[in-house]
């Protein structure tokens, strides 16, 4: 069994080639700039992998609350749950091309939960910006 070196430290170390190896080194600013966004990218991910069964876990069950759907057995596996939230979210804009988040307190909900969501990934895509 391999477990060193794990995927985390894969993807550190691919970005730190990207970001001090490879850019810096670049004449052709375009290039320069599409391998720092590719750094950027690995950077998300580094972020991402760590925990993110939690936060769709998290996703799903304020999403279930949302749409006054009854929690039932947490999906096995992390494709599953992937496939659930996506689920979850499609019923939510479903229900909100149809009006139910226009005006009432269900569009208070809709919100406070819409604004969880968008702190949830910036906490993710982009820290700075929360």
Same mark, same amino acid.
């Given at each position: 069994?391999? /477990? @060193? ?22 004449? /052709? ?5 599409? *391998?720092? %966004?590719?750094?950027?990218?690995? +950077? %998300? ?9 939690? @936060? ?5 069950? $304020? ?20 496939? *659930?939230?996506? /689920?979850?979210?499609? *019923?939510?804009?479903?229900? %909100? +091309? +149809? ?23 910036? $906490?993710? #895509? #982009?820290?700075?910006?929360?």
């Amino acid at each position: 069994m391999q /477990d @060193r070196p794990t995927s985390l430290e894969l993807l550190r170390a691919v970005r730190e080639a990207l970001e001090r190896e490879v850019a810096p080194g670049l004449a /052709d600013a375009r290039l320069r700039y599409r *391998a720092l %966004i590719a750094a950027n990218v690995l +950077r %998300i991910l580094e972020r991402e992998l760590p925990g993110e069964d939690r @936060r769709l876990t998290a996703e799903l069950t $304020a999403l279930d609350a949302l749409l006054d759907r009854e929690r039932g057995r947490a999906p096995g596996t992390l494709e599953a749950l992937r496939q *659930a939230v996506l /689920d979850a979210n499609r *019923a939510l804009c479903e229900r %909100i +091309r +149809r009006g139910d988040a226009d005006a009432g307190p269900w569009r208070e909900r809709v919100l406070a939960c819409l604004r969880e969501a968008v702190a949830a990934a910036l $906490a993710v #895509n #982009n820290p700075s910006a929360l």
